[in-house]
């Protein structure tokens, strides 16, 4: 049997979406403590086990839960119901610019964010030149993040995110932000991640991306997992629903 890197057992998440806001303050005082709101599954009964090693591809519409799957990973949201049990080191690497202070320098982000993720500041120093070198930043490693273009964000986020050496990857789409160059880079990460025998669960709009990397593929449909199986029947399934041409 093969093991598993990521188990997500009946996973679901929801959301509160608040409506009429107020208004007026006579309004807001006429409403009292009682708030309206709608309750939105954005993941509902989510289960499926990522086998170690593998590459693992999380694919479905806009909106359709997958970062919010990622973000309940990395556990920066927790699911209502469900569990999610993950053996060994994770490192996630989501929207873009989440995880750093805009005001610090990319030196001084690459130490908060080492240590968020679980280095000592000894490690970090031993890793700081690989990190901004595979950033390709460091000509504005001393400038405040907030300065930075996407792409460079993306870089350096990445760039800290495999010197973490984890042994399970998240990645968020932001790899498209990144130019040719840097993405072809990142894929290569992923090879060698792969190679030694870690797990790597990216989202990606790209189906031959996703094609190309994965070996498995869940694709999700408005918080409900579809399919989750071998990448390509998977992309292709999904694919086949689209209106032709998109
Ligand atoms: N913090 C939140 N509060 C309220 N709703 C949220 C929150 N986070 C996500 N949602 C809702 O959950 C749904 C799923 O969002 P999610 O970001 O997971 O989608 P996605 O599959 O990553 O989409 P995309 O391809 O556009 O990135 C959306 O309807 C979104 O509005
Ligand atoms: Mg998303």
């Known amino acids: 049997m093969t093991e598993v890197a990521v188990k997500v057992d009946h996973v679901t998440k929801s959301f ?7 208004q007026s303050l006579k309004s807001a005082v006429m ?13 509902e009964d ?5 086998p170690m090693g593998s590459t693992f591809g999380l694919i479905g519409s806009n909106g359709s839960g997958k970062s919010t799957l990622l973000k309940c990973l990395a556990n920066i949201y927790y699911p209502n119901s469900g569990t999610i049990t993950h053996f060994g080191k994770i490192a996630a690497m989501l929207e873009v610019g989440s995880g750093f202070h805009a005001e610090l320098s990319g030196r001084e982000n690459i130490f908060l964010n080492g240590s968020i993720l679980g280095m000592t500041k000894k ?7 690989e990190i901004i070198d595979f ?6 490693i001393d400038q405040p993040v907030k300065n930075y273009s996407s792409g460079m964000y993306v870089r350096l986020g990445f760039a800290i995110a495999i010197n973490v050496d984890p042994d399970i990857l998240v990645v968020d789409e932001v790899l498209a932000v990144g130019d040719g160059e840097f993405q072809e880079k990142c894929f290569q990460k992923f090879r060698d991640f792969k190679a030694a025998g870690k797990t790597v669960i990216l989202v990606s709009h790209s189906m031959e991306t996703v094609e190309a990397m994965c070996d498995y593929a869940a ?3 408005r918080g409900t997992l579809e399919i989750v199986g071998p990448a390509a029947p998977t992309i292709r399934a999904y694919l086949d ?5 998109a």
């Open 219 to 221: 694709w999700l449909n």
């Open 16 to 22: 509160r979406l608040y409506h009429e806001r107020n």
């Open 31 to 43: 409403r009292g403590r009682t708030s309206v709101h709608d309750t939105f599954l954005a993941l």
């Open 46 to 50: 989510v289960t499926l086990d990522v």
């Open 135 to 140: 950033s390709g930043v460091e000509q504005f």
């Open 241 to 245: 629903t689209l209106p032709t041409g």
């Open 123 to 129: 490690e970090v120093t031993k890793k700081l030149d």
